[in-house]
């Protein structure tokens, strides 16, 4: 059961452009969600947060939405960078459970 | 600072063998964490332990899949018999304590193909 869901697998955006990533989740008990970014043959690492008592954060160039109405986040990539190339997760933890649901990640390719 | 450290970072073996892959986490982070990552597909967690003992291994599957922490520093996953089905990236994480996502770092992870 994918309780966390990137629909979209692929996405590519000319330099300079705004990326828009969105995920998707089904467990209302999810308080808090992650991004992360992946390289080829590194691990994930944390990129930004926010927590369901919020509707944004923002973060340099990063900026995550959230949607709890509509169980849907995004992060939002302005400007987009050749070095923002890499592949996105989202995920989401229900505090109490210490458990971290990621998504299946989308591959972001920022065309120079 | 160093990072996560994980070994071997490919291993290849036939089904029904046995393997280990082995995590050093960032000195000090008390909580370490593996995750199973197959093709197409997000981290999905394995196990976490906070120090030497076990948070949350309610995804281990514990027939053949085995994990240890001694003196809450590196740890040891290890798959007994393998099976098809096991071929995936095996993370290693750690963070300084429960609950600290943002603090989360991976290692490179151990690819594991099972023929």
């Known amino acids: 059961d994918q309780q966390v869901k990137q629909n979209s697998p692929s996405l590519s955006v000319q330099e300079g452009r705004i990326s828009i990533l969105n995920c998707d989740y089904t467990?209302?008990?999810?308080?808090?969600f992650l991004w992360y970014k992946k390289y080829p043959a590194e691990g994930p690492t944390f990129l930004i947060s926010i927590s369901s008592i919020k509707d944004k954060n923002e973060d340099g160039r990063f900026t995550v939405f959230l949607n709890k109405s509509a169980k849907h986040l995004s992060l939002h990539i302005v400007p987009s960078q050749p070095g923002d190339s890499a592949v996105y997760f989202c995920?989401?933890?229900?505090?109490?459970?210490?458990?971290?649901?990621f998504g299946t990640g989308t591959r972001l390719t920022v065309i120079p | 600072e160093a990072g996560v450290a994980q070994s071997p970072r490919y291993k290849i073996i036939e089904k029904r063998q046995s393997v280990a892959f082995w995590c050093n986490p960032i000195s000090g982070h008390a909580t370490l964490y593996w995750y199973q990552q197959i093709l197409g597909q997000g981290p999905k967690l394995l196990i976490q332990f906070q120090n030497n003992g076990v948070v949350d291994d309610s995804q281990l599957p514990k027939d053949r899949f085995s994990a240890e922490r001694l003196k809450g520093v590196d740890s040891t996953l290890k798959i007994q018999p393998a099976k098809l089905e096991d071929s995936a990236v095996y993370l290693c994480?750690?963070?300084?304590?429960?609950?600290?996502?943002?603090?989360?770092?991976f290692g490179p992870g151990t690819r594991l193909t099972v023929l």
């Open positions: 467990n209302s008990m999810f308080d808090y």
């Open positions: 995920a989401a933890i229900h505090t109490g459970a210490n458990n971290l649901f």
């Open positions: 994480a750690s963070s300084p304590g429960l609950g600290s996502y943002n603090e989360q770092f």
